[in-house]
């Protein structure tokens, strides 16, 4: 993997292709910290295309980075919830439980986590301190002390990725960093302990193709810690009420020029997200009708877009037992797989008794 972002993505449009043609030879690894419900970002930035890859036939495990909450949050009391609130949401945007998808909490995959220190001795403390992308999320959370769990979140982000054999990771250019250390650790050990027969694939990254997706402030990406996210959970009338307070700005005349008007921008991307419009197509349908029209616009593309979502989300609401039962099962595939890896990893490192 280079370092350049260009070489990066290079590589990631060569792993798009042979997805599209042999699908099934991958597996996939994602998934989100359960800090929140998912907001209109996620979906169009992330679970759009966890969708399509999985309906293309690749095995996806999504995990639900339950014990990485731990490291920058104190909402740990909201855990539980907040895992099933994933589940229902995953459930709703169209994945499909199953051996092709499995849905799953790291905390519950005990043999995931077993790999973390045979792992932690393939990397040093000064490759730890240089990630630049833990350095970012340090800085956003307003850390004062660092816990070791933060520290070495990367090296855990290698045991999640590695354990089902991962060799697809979508990211955004800001994880690159991350996904090279795991390229990294599955490298030192294959060439440490099984030189003659890897037992870890060295994963790449997919990058996204979506565009970043600004929050309803204008100024900074969608985000649930900023306040400037529409959930997927809210009600047709709420997410009119939110796109109303949208930021735009004085000129009248609807433009697509991301560059000088990016929170005029930002709101004709999510109707073209909505509805498949070019952004430069439905600023000329708007014309010198103003912010307000662009608003009652973009409320009905988006409220059409999530109404389905949204009724499946109603009713997998009233399905709680169904929803343990997706974690369940989920947990039974995920350690399953991570057995069969462990094994291979006692027996490269002579530790089989």
């Known amino acids: ?39 209109v ?8 295309n966890r969708v399509r890859l999985a309906r293309l036939g690749v095995k996806t495990y999504i995990v639900i980075a339950d ?37 799953f909490p790291h905390s519950y995959i005990p043999e995931l986590n077993q790999l973390m220190l045979p792992f932690l001795t393939l990397v040093t403390s000064a490759e730890l301190n240089r990630n630049p992308t833990v350095k970012e999320e340090i800085a956003a959370a307003g850390l004062q002390s660092v816990n070791a769990g933060m520290y070495t979140y990367p090296v855990h982000q290698a045991c999640d990725i590695l354990f089902c054999k991962g060799d697809v990771v979508p990211v955004g250019k800001d994880q690159l960093p991350h996904l090279e250390m795991t390229r990294l650790i599955a490298r030192r050990f294959n060439e440490k302990f099984s030189p003659q027969s890897p037992v870890f694939p060295e994963p790449f990254a997919l990058l996204s193709q979506s565009p970043v997706i600004l929050g309803l402030d204008g100024s900074q ?28 700005d004085a000129d009248r005349n609807i433009t697509w020029d991301p560059a000088n008007r990016p929170e005029v921008a930002n709101l004709l991307l999510l ?46 609401e009233k399905e709680s037992a169904y929803i343990r039962q997706v974690l369940r099962d989920g947990v039974d595939r995920a350690r399953a797989a991570a057995v069969a890896t ?7 490192m002579n530790m089989e008794i």
Do not use: W
């Open 271 to 316: 109707v073209s997200l909505s509805t498949g419009e070019t952004p430069e197509r439905i600023a000329d349908r708007i014309a010198d009708k103003g912010a307000g029209a662009l608003k009652a616009v973009l409320t009905e593309a988006l409220n059409e877009k999530l109404r389905p979502l949204r009724t499946e989300r109603a009713r997998l």
């Open 67 to 103: 014990y990485q909450v731990l490291t920058d949050h104190d909402a740990f009391s909201e855990i539980s919830q907040n895992t099933k609130q994933l589940v229902i949401e995953y459930l709703a945007a169209g994945l499909v439980p199953g051996d092709n998808c499995v849905i």
């Open 41 to 48: 970002g996620h979906y169009f930035g992330s679970l759009l």
């Open 342 to 348: 462990l094994t291979e990893v006692r027996r490269a």
């Open 1 to 39: 993997m280079s370092d350049t972002y260009e070489k990066s993505l290079c590589l990631s449009q060569r792993l798009e292709a042979d997805i599209q043609a042999r699908p099934e030879q991958h597996c996939l690894l994602t998934g989100d910290r359960p800090t929140g419900r998912l907001h």
């Open 221 to 248: 990406k969608m985000s649930k810690s900023r306040n400037n996210a529409i959930f997927l959970s809210a009600t047709e009338d709420e997410t009119a009420g939110l796109i109303k307070k949208a930021k735009t």
